[in-house]
């Protein structure tokens, strides 16, 4: 593939399969240059973020994207490639997939619980696949569905900014949207969904996402003000204006407590990090890369007290004054963030025959289904088995796998027998770095790395079994889209190739 110049714009021409073809070249999700990705037959991976396109029709085929490719014309003369392109198409970088309405007479409901990633792909989706009954979202969020993963990362964010789709595209589509409606119970028999305003509303088919929250420290003086947690554009603004100039206390090393201290880095006078574990991402990412994080933020002056956890947080006048460890170290602090990891939200299943796991998350097949004809769950809520794993059943926090199962939910919704297939994909923020990760490392023995931590250039690739399982890269693109690609194809990468200094196939450019 290579990226041609037509009309002073950028298009993608690729030959695949035998076959030219010409479609846009920006990412749909972040704009990012799709000729810097990988191709492997007709399927085009985005670099950065691992959205997917078919390079013959411009369609998307995987998240986080959301919108297909324009497609150009092409012909062949005199062995010379002509590209044409209607200048409309220029303008538009990004095209829907066509999509159609409700039906007048057709009155099989289709309702979804939650207003995140999930449910706003299973709607879409049901209408691009003519689906004619109605829809209706119910959310208990004030807004319309919006891009979260920006909010550790721009915390002074704008609700406009962030929003997927504007209310004109959900009426265009007949999509009903009932937003500030909490879900309190769910009767399977009855068909029928009870919300916190006493309505209720009977279903033919549910689609339960209703994701998870953050997860508070149970300790004392977690009532005081300034003890903030991040789940909203409101709680980031929140967080952006209380940290300006003041002492930040953050309890938690994931990637989002990691994200929000690289952001408050020049906006709070000081930041400190209490982990529990010895690194940041010790479980996911793995000590190496931990440590190179926290190297990065040390030189910034963040503070990391680790093998640590928080006892009390003390106030005086109601707000927070320090943080007490279990070392017995007391930390001055006028804002607490905690980001210790999160909790389903499922309270409203208890007494259904739904059936949950131990932890509370609800079980689905590889079809999104529960054990209840009729109702399907999807997004972080759903714990389902992972194709690439051997479909040992998982529970995934991630955009990206969130938007994949609201899409295998609603092509199941319609009998179009459709199987979870996604590798995960995501991305974490560091300093203005990308750290980017495909895969399951989970019950990894070993890493092989490419490139130096030290030089903040580097491919990890996890392994399990002599086998590649997972990849997280920095300034190393596209390898970690060539990994998924490999993943996804179920072609096993083995560890002797893994190793090997030839790095072709990770068409690296």
């Known amino acids: 593939m290579m990226e041609v110049e037509v009309g002073h714009h950028t298009v993608l021409l690729t030959r695949s399969e035998g076959r030219y073809s010409a479609i846009g070249n920006q990412c749909t999700h972040y704009g990012a240059p799709l000729s810097k ?75 979804l619980l939650g207003g995140g990633a999930a449910s706003l792909i299973c709607a879409e989706v049901l209408r691009q696949e003519n689906f004619g009954g109605r829809i209706i979202m119910a959310s208990k969020d004030e807004l319309l569905p919006y891009d979260k993963t920006r909010l550790s990362k721009v915390m002074n964010v704008e609700n406009d900014s962030i929003l997927l789709r504007r209310m004109e595209f959900f009426h265009q589509y007949d999509i009903e949207v009932w937003l500030r409606k909490e879900v309190l119970s769910v009767d399977t028999d009855k068909k029928t969904v009870t919300f916190d305003d006493g309505s209720v509303q009977s279903y033919d088919q549910l689609l339960l996402s209703t994701g998870c929250r953050a997860k508070g420290l149970d300790v004392p003086g977690m009532k005081l003000d300034n003890v903030k947690m991040l789940e909203t554009p409101e709680d980031a603004r929140q967080i952006h204006a209380a940290c300006a100039g003041c002492n930040v206390v953050l309890v938690g090393t994931s990637f989002v407590g990691m994200e929000i201290a690289s952001y408050l880095i020049g906006k709070a006078s000081s930041i400190t990090v209490i982990g529990s574990s010895e690194m940041p991402y010790q479980n996911t990412l793995g000590p190496e890369i931990g440590k190179a994080t926290m190297t990065m933020l040390s030189e910034k002056n963040v503070k990391f007290y680790m093998n640590d956890n928080v006892t009390e947080v003390r106030g005086v006048d109601g707000k927070v004054k320090e943080v007490v460890l279990k070392s017995e170290k007391a930390i001055p602090a006028d804002v607490l963030i905690v980001g210790i990891g999160v909790k389903p939200n499922s309270e409203f299943l208890r007494g259904s025959k739904i059936q949950l796991d131990s932890k509370n998350f609800v079980i689905v097949d590889k079809y999104m289904h529960t054990n209840v004809p009729g109702v399907f769950c999807a997004g972080d809520l759903a714990t389902f088995p992972l194709a690439m794993a051997k479909n040992r059943l998982v529970n995934i926090g991630h955009w990206q796998m969130a938007q994949a199962h609201g899409r295998i939910a609603a092509l199941n919704m319609l009998d179009k027998q459709t199987e979870l297939n996604s590798v995960p994909f995501y991305w974490t923020v560091q300093l203005g770095k990308t750290i980017r990760y495909a895969g399951y490392g989970e019950g990894y023995t070993e890493i092989v790395m490419k490139g130096k931590l030290e030089d903040k250039k580097f491919l990890a690739l996890y392994i399990k079994d002599d086998e590649v399982i997972a990849a997280a890269s920095l300034n190393y693109d596209p390898a970690v889209s060539a990994v998924a690609q490999r993943l996804l194809a179920g072609k096993a990468i083995t560890k002797k190739e893994a190793e090997s200094d030839d790095l072709s196939w990770l068409q690296l450019s």
Request: glycine share 10%; proline share 5%.
């Open 37 to 111: 990705g990988v191709i492997t037959g007709h399927t085009v991976r985005c670099p950065w973020h691992g959205a997917c396109f078919n390079a013959h029709t411009g369609d998307l085929e995987e998240y986080p994207g959301m919108d297909s490719l324009p497609c150009h014309k092409v012909k062949i003369q005199n062995s010379k490639v002509y590209v044409s392109v209607n200048k409309k198409a220029l303008r538009q970088e990004k095209r829907i997939k066509s999509m159609g309405g409700a039906v007048p007479g057709v009155t099989h409901t289709i309702l």
